[in-house]
């Protein structure tokens, strides 16, 4: 059974920093690109950064840009998503989402991974910035 699972997230406060984590099972991580979106109450569905499945590219929403970093470790089928400076406007659930196999990274406009072409989502983890 194909399954991504999010981890690492919780309450922190404003400029504090979580590290989430995006732990696959069921299949390789090797040959695919992983995204992390993230909603907010009432709001759209959010990319939030991506990493190529050769590890080499990486993208991120103008919003994130210069405080989350993407990273992966394919020994342990795991990617993830160093947050720092965190604001409130950060408060959300987290997914992360699998391509199918040798699928790049395509950016939004606004700088983020593109939702279409992500094949494997995992169920989220929630991240609340507040004092």
């Known amino acids: 059974q194909l399954q991504l699972v999010e981890s690492g997230g919780g309450l922190v406060q404003p400029g504090g920093s979580l590290r989430l984590s995006c732990a696959a099972s069921?299949?390789?991580?090797?040959?695919?690109?992983i995204g992390w979106f993230r909603q907010a109450p009432g709001k759209e569905r959010e990319g939030v950064s991506c990493?190529?499945?050769?590890?080499?590219?990486?993208n991120y929403a103008d919003s994130v840009k210069g405080r989350f970093t993407i990273s992966r470790d394919n020994a342990k089928n795991t990617v993830y998503l160093q947050m720092n400076s965190l604001k409130p406007e950060d408060t959300a659930v987290y997914y992360c989402?699998?391509?199918?196999?040798?699928?790049?990274?395509?950016?939004?406009?606004?700088?983020?991974?593109?939702?279409?072409?992500?094949?494997?989502w995992g169920k989220g983890t929630l991240v609340t910035v507040s004092s």
């Open positions: 990493i190529g499945y050769s590890g080499g590219s990486t």
């Open positions: 069921g299949f390789s991580l090797d040959y695919h690109s």
């Open positions: 989402a699998a391509t199918s196999m040798f699928r790049l990274c395509a950016s939004t406009p606004g700088g983020g991974p593109v939702y279409a072409g992500m094949n494997y």
